[in-house]
C-alpha cells in the first residue's frame, strides 16, 4: 500500500537500491588491499554489537541498575517495597552521577550514554559505511572507461599473440608432426634464434596506435592517484573518528563509574531527609571489555591499511600488470611506469581483474609460470613466449585463441 495511495516505499527502495548498486558488467575499481580494508573496518563494530545483543539488555537497561541502602540507625531507608523501583527507574531517567567534592560543592556528570548505548553502537557501525559511500559518490566514470579499454586492448593483444604463435607452429610444420615429433633439435628450431624478433615485428602495427596513445596519457597524469589518496583518507579518518568517540564516550574512567550518586526524588528528600541515593551498575565491567577489544582491534585495522596503502599499488619491477605489459610486443618500449602516476594504478587494477577475463587470467597464468629472473630483456621475452607457445601448443586442436585460452584456462586456478 502507498504513502497516501500515490508513494510505494517497496519500489521506492527497489530503484535507489539499484541506482546504487554497483554494475556487474564494469571492472572492478578497489584494489583488493581498499576492498578487504573497507570490509574489516565494516565487520569490526558489527562484531561488537552481535556481542553485546547476545549478552542480552543488561547493558543498557535499569534492570542492571541496583541501589545501595545501608542500615541507618538500626534500619534501612526506602524498604518499602515500590520505593526501590521508583528510584531506579527515576535515576535511570535523570542518568546524571552526582558528587559531592570535599569543598562541598557538587559535580555532576551526565550518563546519558548507559541507556543509549545501543544506538551509539549502531553509530559506530554507520560511520565505516562513509568509507564505502565516498567511493560510490566520488566521480571514477573516467577510470571505469579508461580501465576497460585498457583491459579490451591487453586481451586483444594476448589473443593477438596466441593465434602468432600457433599460426607460426603450423608453418613450421610443428604441429603436424606433433605426435611423433621428440626431437630436442626440432623443439629447439622452433624456439631459436627468431621467434622473439618475428613476434615484434609481427606486430608493430597501426592497430594499437590509440591505445598506446592512452597508455602514455595515463603514465604521465596523476588525477586517479589523487583521487585513490582521498579516498583512502576517508577510510582512515573513519577509524581515527570511531575509535576517538569510542574512547571519550565510553572508555574514560570518569565518564563512565561503576558506582555513582544520584539525586532522589523531591518527595523522598523530604521524608528522608537525604539527597542522593547509591547505585551500582556493575554492566560498565563488561560493557568496557568489549568496547577496548573493539578500539585494539581497530588500531591493528588502521596499522594494516597504513602498510597496504603504502605497498599498493606495487612497484613497478613487482607490479604483475606491468611485467604483462612489458611481455607485449604492441606496447610502445619507451612507455615509462612512474609510481606517482595513473598508469601504474590501472595496471594493478588489471591484475586485479584477471578472474572476470579469460585472456587476462590466461596473460597472467603465463606470467606467473615464464622465468623473468634474467636482466636481459630479450631474454624475458623469450621466456614468457616460450611458456605461452608451450600452453597454446597443449590445445592447438582448437579452432582458434578463443578456444585456446579458454580451454587452458578450464585447467588453470590462479
Known sequence: MGVFGLVDPSN?????????????SLPFLMLNADRVFIHFIAAVPSLILTAAVLLGDKMYSS?????????????????????????????WSQMKAVETLPN?????????HYSM???????????????????????????????????????????DTVAF?????????????????????????????????????????????????????????????LKLKILRIVSLCCVLIEN???????????????TFGCYLPRELQLSSGQDIGYFVFSPVTTRSLLLWAMFFINL??????????????????????????????????????????DLLYILSLVHTNRFRYESLRFGFHILAVSKLATSDSDAKH??????????????????SSDEIIAGINQNVKL
Not at 613450421?172 to 626431437?183: I, M, V
Not at 623443439?187 to 606486430?203: G, Q, R
Not at 605461452?388 to 579452432?399: D, P, V
Request: proline content about 5%; glycine content about 4%.
Open 117 to 159: 548505548f545501543p544506538y551509539v553502537m549502531v553509530m559506530f557501525c554507520l560511520i565505516p559505511l562513509l568509507a564505502n559511500l565516498a567511493w560510490r559518490v566520488m566521480d571514477l566514470d573516467e577510470l571505469a572507461h579508461a580501465l576497460d579499454f585498457i583491459i579490451d586492448g591487453v586481451e586483444e593483444s594476448i589473443q
Open 12 to 24: 521506492v527502495l527497489g530503484k535507489l537500491s539499484g541506482e546504487t548498486k554497483r554494475n556487474r
Open 300 to 341: 591493528l585495522v588502521l596499522g594494516f591499511g597504513l602498510f597496504s596503502f603504502l605497498m599498493n599499488p606495487k612497484a613497478p619491477a613487482k607490479n604483475p600488470g606491468v611485467q604483462l605489459i612489458e611481455n607485449l610486443p604492441q606496447i610502445d618500449d619507451d612507455l615509462k611506469f612512474d609510481e606517482s602516476k
Open 382 to 399: 623469450q621466456e614468457f613466449l616460450k611458456a605461452m607457445r608451450e600452453a597454446a601448443l597443449w590445445e592447438a586442436t582448437r579452432n
Open 104 to 112: 562541598g560543592e557538587v559535580h555532576e556528570t551526565n550518563l546519558w
Open 244 to 258: 576517538c568517540l569510542c574512547y571519550y564516550i565510553y572508555l574514560v574512567p570518569e565518564r563512565n563509574p561503576v
Open 165 to 225: 604463435l600457433v599460426k607460426r607452429a603450423k608453418s613450421n610444420g610443428r604441429l603436424e608432426t606433433l605426435a611423433g615429433a621428440t626431437s630436442m633439435t626440432e623443439n629447439t628450431a622452433f624456439l631459436e634464434p627468431n621467434l622473439y624478433k618475428d613476434y615484434v615485428s609481427s606486430f608493430k602495427v597501426e592497430k594499437f596506435q590509440e591505445f598506446n596513445r592512452i597508455l602514455d596519457k595515463y603514465s604521465k597524469q596523476a588525477e586517479f592517484r
Open 63 to 91: 534492570n542492571s541498575l541496583v541501589m545501595m541502602t545501608p542500615t541507618i540507625n538500626g534500619s534501612r531507608p526506602f524498604d518499602r517495597w515500590y520505593d526501590q523501583p521508583a528510584i531506579t527507574e527515576y535515576c
